[in-house]
Nanobody
Framework: QVQLVESGGGLVQPGGSLRLSCAASGFTFSGYDIRWHRQAPGKERELVARLRAVSNLVNYADSVKGRFTISTDNAKNTAYLQMNSLKPEDTAVYYC?????????WGQGTQVTVSS
């Protein structure tokens, strides 16, 4: 059974850090584009980070550039999103997404709340 399971979300103060994890099962990460999206209440889903398969090129939304880092550990079949200098506007549900050709897998999401 194919699954992506996110973890690591929670409540953090502004300026703090969190590391989200996305553990895959039922398929192998290698060769997949790995993406992290987020959706805040009342807003559209936003692509915040993308790691392209093969080339390992990464792209970030302007809103997170310099603060977030996407990475993968293929040996652990796990992706990560390191989030530093968090701001209240980063509050959202964060989703992991793996894409290869017509295969498009999503996790259930993990809540990140940035508040004092």
């Amino acid at each position: 059974q194919v699954q992506l399971v996110e973890s690591g979300g929670g409540l953090v103060q502004p300026g703090g850090s969190l590391r989200l994890s996305c553990a895959a099962s039922g398929f192998t990460f290698s060769g997949y584009d790995i993406r992290w999206h987020r959706q805040a209440p009342g807003k559209e889903r936003e692509l915040v980070a993308r790691l392209r398969a093969v080339s390992n090129l990464v792209n970030y939304a302007d809103s997170v550039k310099g603060r977030f880092t996407i990475s993968t550990d293929n040996a652990k079949n796990t992706a990560y999103l390191q989030m530093n200098s968090l701001k209240p506007e980063d509050t959202a549900v964060y989703y992991c997404n793996a894409v290869f050709l017509w295969y498009d897998y999503w996790g259930q999401g993990t809540q990140v709340t940035v508040s004092s």
